[in-house]
Structures are given as C-alpha cells and as structure tokens.
C-alpha cells in the first residue's frame, strides 16, 4: 500500500478545527466548574495560556497523527479527495451510517447510566453537579465532534495502529485485524480515561465513579473508532457530534 505523503494544507485545516472546538468548549468548562462572568477578568490570563497549551497540543497530534495515518491506511479520505481535487466517492456510504451509530452510542450510554443508577448509585454525580445549558453542550458538541477525534483516532489510534502494525500486519502498511481493534480498543479505554480529570474536579474518583465514567465514554470510543477505521475520520467525527448533541443537547431540553 503507497503511504500518504505529509499535506501541510490537510494539517492546517484539521488543526484549525481542532482549535475551533477547544474554544468551543470553554463555556461549558466553566459552567461545570462554577465559574461565573464576574470571575472571568481575573482568569484572562490563565485561559489564555491553557488556549496556547492547547494549540501546541492539537498540532501535535494532528501532525503525528496524520504520519501514522498515512502508514496504516487510515486517515480523512473526503478531506484529502478534497484536496487532491478528486471525486468524493462513496459520500452517502461514509457519512449516513454516522447518524444512527451516532445516536445509538448515545442512547447506549443512557441506558448504562440507568443501570448504573440501580445497580451503583454510588457511582452518580452528587446534587451539587448541575447540567450545562443547551447552547453550551451545543458549543461543546463541536469540541467532542473535532477536537477529540482529532486526539483520540486520527492521532492516538493512527499511532498504536502503526505501532502494532510493524509485527502484526496482513501486509505492507497494513496492520492486521486484530491490530486495529486492539488499536481501537486502546484508544476507546484512553478516551474514557481522559474524562476523569473534568469528573475529578466534581468529585471524588471512587472505584465505582472511574468504572462508571470509563466504560460508558469507553462504548461509544470503540463506536467512533470503528467508523474511522472502516469509513474515515470524517464520519468518526459526524458520529460522535451526533451522541453529543443528544447527550448535551437534547436531554438537557427534555
């Protein structure tokens, strides 16, 4: 398979979007957080320096990501064709099943939390937690959508995709199968593992408040990864946007 040369203008775009969704997002941090307007001249400096950290941070893993995309056939076909001035092919087949797989994830981590509740209530957020309005899990969906697709598939499972595909492949720059859903897997686990630090700031991290936490965002991971890996990372993205708006978007209007 003839590895994907390095697209500075594919790294620019993916970048800017993933910054995009870092700016999104910050409404919806501080709302959970207890930040209100009043306090927020006196952070100016501080949000600015995490903005910094954060575009170092997506840049590199875009530009990483994309490299080991392009070493293991995975990637964002539509983009690329895009920018290759070739036909989007296959359109409907990569884009509409993110629909449903979108909303089934969200739908599923439902479902887990209702059982979480029954079977662990000592694993539910506490009467203190409140739900971000609407329009801020509308701003944030973007950040779920771009942002952590950009970290967690297009870099991190590109990444470990490459890794396992040196010693475990079906042929050149082709990981195997099994490589690509222990990648999946991997990154889906590190997907959930990366909300503890938010949840962490709510409260305590029990045994039973870190399964809860991992394995729900664990479920719909796998979904995304799935999807990039079979259809491209465009529809992981339009899927994972989908679970967010009925999670932050819809429930809250309920």
């Known amino acids: 398979m003839e590895r994907r040369r390095f697209d500075w203008r594919e790294f620019l775009i993916l970048w800017a979007a993933g910054v995009v969704g870092v700016l999104a997002i910050i409404p919806y941090t501080l709302h ?92 539910m957020p506490g009467a203190g937690v409140t739900t971000p309005p609407a329009w801020q899990g509308l701003l944030a ?58 949840a962490a700031a709510l409260m305590p991290l029990s045994g039973p408040v870190v399964l809860r936490i991992v394995l729900l965002n664990s479920v719909a991971g796998v979904a995304f990864g799935y999807l990039y890996w079979t259809r491209g990372l465009e529809s992981a993205m339009l899927a994972h946007f989908t679970a967010d708006i009925v999670l932050h978007v819809m429930l809250p209007l309920w």
């Open 32 to 123: 959970l957080q207890g930040i209100g307007r009043e306090q927020l001249p006196s952070l100016g400096g501080l949000l600015g320096v995490q903005m910094a950290l954060n575009g170092l941070l997506v840049g590199g893993a875009v530009a990483l990501g994309l490299l080991a995309a392009g070493r293991s056939g995975l990637g964002a076909p539509l983009l690329e064709a895009a920018l290759d001035r070739q036909p989007l092919t296959r359109l409907r087949w990569r884009l509409l099943p993110a629909l449903p797989w979108g909303a089934a994830a969200a739908v599923a981590i439902i479902l887990l939390d209702v059982l979480f509740s029954v079977v662990m209530p000592q694993a």
């Open 141 to 198: 969906s973007f950040y779920g959508g771009i942002t952590e697709e950009l970290l967690l598939r297009l870099f991190m499972m590109s990444l470990l995709a490459w890794l396992l595909g040196r010693v475990w492949r079906r042929g050149p720059g082709q990981p195997a199968v099994g490589a690509l859903w222990t990648a999946n897997v991997l990154a889906a686990l590190l997907f959930g593992a990366g909300h503890l630090p938010t």
